[in-house]
């Protein structure tokens, strides 16, 4: 019913920059909050950044000051500016968003993920 696809994953060098995109598509009442969360090898998922419907933005702390997360409504698309990269930022970066959709007259919120893109810096 409702798709995420991200793209701009690649390898970048240390100190490089890289912006993720993601757009949401589908049978979608509404786009409520959107995040990207990443998934480095041996460790768990975790949140970088998440944005509201109004934008209002927040990250984790070792992402503060270089990375930005932004929203584009009218294109359903997340994106995440990545900028001075380091080698701990070598992850498959995930998008997720909190979608209502209209099923049988009712607003039903559910929770999507996309299939990931991977993001290699190296040092």
């Known amino acids: 019913q409702v798709q995420l696809v991200e793209s701009g994953g690649g390898l970048v060098q240390a100190g490089g920059s890289l912006r993720l995109s993601c757009a949401a598509s589908g049978s979608i009442f509404s786009l409520n909050a959107m995040a990207w969360y990443r998934q480095a090898p041996g460790k768990q998922r975790e949140l970088v950044a998440h944005i509201t419907s109004s934008g209002i933005a927040n990250y984790t702390d070792s992402v503060k000051g270089r990375f930005t997360i932004s929203r584009d409504n009218a294109k359903n698309t997340v994106y995440l500016q990545m900028n001075n990269l380091e080698h701990e930022d070598t992850a498959v970066y995930y998008c997720?968003?909190?979608?209502?959709?209209?099923?049988?007259?009712?607003?039903?919120?559910?929770?999507?993920w996309g299939k990931g893109t991977l993001v290699t810096v190296s040092s």
């Open positions: 997720n968003a909190e979608v209502a959709i209209l099923q049988m007259d009712q607003i039903h919120v559910l929770d999507y």
